[in-house]
């Protein structure tokens, strides 16, 4: 079913007559060389089902060995989350069949989790402040990866059949799971798309995960029940699982929200189930009932021994943290004289770590913001891609500011020159050299050029020498059409100014 196909009640009416209740659950994985309990490789992009050996594959008489640098690394997200790190946890199997489960089990930490009780202050978009409290993170195994075919963007609905790849199957993971989050009202689709934004961030500072959410290294199961107005108790639960990118979490909310309390005012029972996000119109589709922990019949695996994590270990870690990204951006803001606005546009749409590197290169704050946060986010949206994948390095946009900055390149020629870069033509320099763009610095031929735009506008002359300095306009911009938008506007000034005085 699509979108159209729902009974969905008004936003605003949700709001008037039920409070929405959500808990998230976000999976990440480690960036690890090999795998949570084999030594295959986890690296993402091989030839399907190549990263693979008799532990991932659940072959009979293959055992696990636990990937050290993966408890190291779920200690260190679990101090960031501000989370208590227990001496000791256990891994259990969950059991359960499903294709890409190779095992018929998954391994995963159940009652005695690695970390828990902890919190992340999450950055709403008018900056006020939002705590998430943590119940748990904890480590596990990721599945491998089914491609279904005949279904409309890859997704099982309306498949035909489907490949199983076990490369991921094994891949350390981290499950970051929410306590219920309440109170958000209307507010609630924003705070979870700012929640999973501000846990994107900070495993990517951490240098535990890329967090690439388009390739599956991050991924979000978002829970909602809703419950009238003044009632303490919760209501059924749905749970959206997958959900693959920050603007898929906010429209997978509101979408529930909506399809819920119509189903509720209809008179409807609420089914606790799994959906399926539908990318390409916001809906969400009914997929399968949703198990209680219990049908998972967790016990601890008898393989593998507990995890001991001795406080001096765990202090160690503390101290090895690095900059957390709030304080690393209240730094810069700080550093780069940024109001709270300008501060929220560069991270918001994903601009804050190009125009760092960009001013790493040699560009100025000021330059590096204006490339990132104006032309090239425009071109990143008419692409629909990210910022990051629009095809500019942040070496490149320093290149280009630095040809502006030395007068060799206009503004105008310098985004000919990134559309150039863009488009695959080469480097910055290839492409300045290849479209001939480079500021004409012929004094001779601009001399030529004004002395015919001012033959040719005799009247505009006479304007300027009755006092009106602003008509020169005109006679730039036919300067600037007779040499092909290379001449240095501050020199065509210059020379204008200098013949009519």
């Known amino acids: ?84 790190i227990a001496e000791s946890s256990r891994f259990a199997r969950k059991n359960y069949y499903y294709p890409d489960q190779p095992k018929n089990y998954q391994i995963s930490q159940y009652d005695e989790p690695i970390a828990h009780d902890g919190y992340l202050d999450v950055v709403l978009d008018d900056g006020t402040e939002w705590r998430v409290e943590i119940e748990r993170a904890h480590m596990e195994e990721d599945t491998g990866k089914l491609t279904h075919i005949g279904g409309e963007g890859g997704r099982i609905r309306g498949a035909t059949k489907s490949l199983v790849d076990c490369n991921r199957a094994g891949v350390p993971l981290i499950e970051i799971v929410t306590k219920p989050i309440e109170g958000a009202g209307e507010r609630a689709p924003e705070v979870a798309r700012c929640y999973v934004a501000a846990l994107r961030d900070l495993v990517k500072a951490l240098g535990v995960s890329d967090a690439r959410m388009d390739q599956g290294s991050m991924r979000c199961d978002a829970n909602l029940s809703l419950r009238p107005i003044g009632r303490e108790e919760f209501g059924t639960r749905t749970e959206t699982k997958n959900i693959n990118s920050l603007k898929s979490v906010e429209q997978a909310i509101r979408f529930e929200m909506q399809r819920q309390a119509a189903a509720i005012q209809n008179g409807e029972e609420i089914v606790q189930e799994t959906r399926h996000y539908q990318e390409a119109d916001g809906s969400t589709a009914k997929g399968r009932p949703k198990e209680t922990s219990e049908d998972y019949r967790y016990f601890n695996d008898p393989d593998l021994p507990p995890v001991i994590a001795p406080r001096e270990w765990v202090e160690e870690i503390r101290a090895s943290l690095p900059e957390l990204p709030w304080v690393r951006r209240a730094r810069i803001q700080e550093g780069w004289k940024l109001s709270d606005e300008e501060m929220r546009d560069l991270v918001n749409t994903g601009a804050l770590d190009l125009v760092v590197e960009t001013v790493e290169h040699g560009a100025s704050a000021d330059e590096a913001r204006s490339w990132w946060g104006s032309y090239l986010t425009g071109k990143a949206n008419e692409a629909g891609v990210e910022l990051a ?31 150039g ?81």
């Open 421 to 501: 870069v863009i488009a695959g033509e080469g480097d910055v320099d290839e492409v300045v050299a290849a479209r001939g763009l480079e500021v004409v610095r012929d004094d001779g031929a601009i001399e030529k050029a004004v002395d015919d735009a001012l033959a040719a506008n005799p009247d505009i002359v006479e304007k300027y020498r009755a006092g009106n300095k602003k008509v020169t306009g005109a006679i730039v911009g036919a300067v600037m059409k007779a040499t092909r938008g290379k001449a240095d506007p501050k020199q065509v000034n210059q020379l204008i100014a200098k013949k009519l005085s």
């Open 1 to 84: 079913m699509t979108a159209a196909m729902y009974d969905l009640m008004d936003f605003d009416e949700v709001l008037e007559t039920f409070d929405p209740v959500m808990g998230l659950e976000v999976h990440v994985e480690l960036a690890t060389e090999t795998k949570m309990f084999s030594a295959s490789s986890a690296h993402f992009g091989a030839a399907p089902n190549t990263h693979v050996d008799p532990t991932s594959l659940g072959l009979p008489g293959a055992l696990p060995v636990v990937n050290a640098k993966g408890v190291e690394w779920a200690i260190k997200i679990g101090l960031a989350l501000n989370c208590e």
């Open 389 to 419: 994948a629009v095809g500019m390095e942040p070496k490149q946009v320093a290149r280009v500011a630095e040809l502006v900055r030395e007068g060799k390149l206009t503004t105008k020629l310098a985004r000919q020159a990134v559309d």
